[in-house]
């Protein structure tokens, strides 16, 4: 009996949450996606690195910058994002967002501004540190994706990427 207690308690632990997503909170990220219908034909990847701040709690506003490369040309994008967390009290925490930024770079024939959604969940590791994955659903000014070798101005994909919580 005491080792089924005991292995409860432990399975309780395991899924007991981390997640301090308060007021006041700061989030470091770093997120990454490849796609591998460009226009070029090469693959594209894209490196994010942002910070946010929880406004209040579950409830977080950030700034992006972007690096997208497709192995000759270079592009960068600068926005910002917002995210509303839905804590479980668990490692996991589903999450909806949306970003806008603006792309300009030697990688787009012309510049444009990107608005997105996406819906995900951050895993946590430890107390202050997740793993992120979403999928997302992009919009353009432009025709700038691939989508079945036509220029389309939508897209959707998935995106990873660790957080830092501070």
Partial sequence: ??????????????????????????ELRLDGGMDFESGDGDVETA?????????????????????????SEYGYGIGGFGELNFDLNTIIVPYIGARMEYFDGDHFARSFVVLEGAAGVKIFLVENVAVSGELVADWATEDVYVNDNDADDTDVGIRLGIRAFI
């Fill in 1 to 26: 009996m005491k080792k089924i207690v005991a292995l409860g308690m432990i399975a309780l632990m395991a899924v007991t949450g981390f997640a301090a997503l308060d007021e006041g909170t700061r």
């Fill in 47 to 71: 490196i994010d690195i942002g910070y946010g701040y929880f406004i209040a709690k579950d409830v977080e506003l950030g700034a992006l910058v972007s690096f997208i490369d497709d192995g």
